[in-house]
């Protein structure tokens, strides 16, 4: 299979623990991108990366959230000290410059 | 701040009935998607609209740009139980790097 790859799947984590994502894109996609999406909602745009570099990131990114794409491959996704409102699907999506997006299955988040 | 809207936000209809979703959205955008999501699950891609007046067609379902009305229609042709899912339009920015989704539309196709 060679689409966009998420682990883990679901997560189920106590409030004020710290939880990490990763994501694996389609391997000649210069972008990747991270969205959130809760339930009966649309998915929100958090940032994207060019190869390595982290090249936006959207207000909803607080600062216990940090992405990293270290060599413009795979991605993570740590939240720290998580809260109830965290709980959400973590979408990875991946392109070429300009071109469509192609997501993963995402990566659900419970926080008790 | 690029706002998308979707209306209806929940529909259910009637097998071999036809309707159609609306996507208006507030600044001028080119690029616009459809997507399905079926629940629990991630987005699948059903058509990229890139220019004024694109059209194009998969099947019962058919996507219509209209970019100087800033309005994007999925119709639904003669529906089907498997087409029960939600639906999302995306409007890429002019830089070509963020897509903004409409709130989704939640289609029940009974038979």
């Known amino acids: 299979d060679t689409g966009v790859s998420q682990n883990p799947r679901h997560k189920i984590t106590k409030r004020g623990q710290n939880v990490t994502f990763r994501c694996d894109p389609i391997?000649?996609?210069?972008?990747l991108y991270w969205y959130r999406q809760t339930l009966g909602q649309g998915p929100e745009f958090l940032t994207y990366f060019q190869n390595e570099a982290q090249l936006e990131k959207s207000r909803l990114l607080s600062d216990r959230f940090s992405a990293e794409r270290p060599k413009g491959s795979f991605s993570t996704l740590e939240i720290q000290r998580t809260e109830q409102g965290d709980s959400a699907m973590y979408l990875c999506?991946?392109?070429?410059?300009?071109?469509?997006?192609?997501f993963g299955e995402g990566s659900r988040l419970t926080v008790l | 701040e690029l706002k998308v809207e979707q209306n209806p936000l929940f529909l259910s209809m009637q097998e071999g009935k036809n309707y159609t979703i609306y996507c208006n959205y507030s600044?001028?955008?080119?690029?616009l998607y459809w997507y399905r999501q079926d629940p629990g699950k991630s987005l699948e891609s059903l058509f990229v609209?890139?220019?004024?007046?694109a059209v194009k067609q998969e099947g019962r379902l058919m996507a219509s740009l209209d970019t100087k009305a800033r309005l994007s229609t999925l119709h639904i042709t003669a529906a089907v139980h498997d087409l029960s899912a939600t639906y999302f339009c995306a409007v890429g920015n002019n830089a070509g790097n963020m897509l903004t989704f409409g709130g989704g539309t939640r289609l029940m196709v009974k038979p």
């Open positions: 609209l890139l220019s004024n007046g």
């Open positions: 999506a991946s392109s070429l410059i300009a071109g469509e997006l192609f």
């Open positions: 600044t001028t955008s080119d690029r």
């Open positions: 391997s000649e996609h210069n972008r």
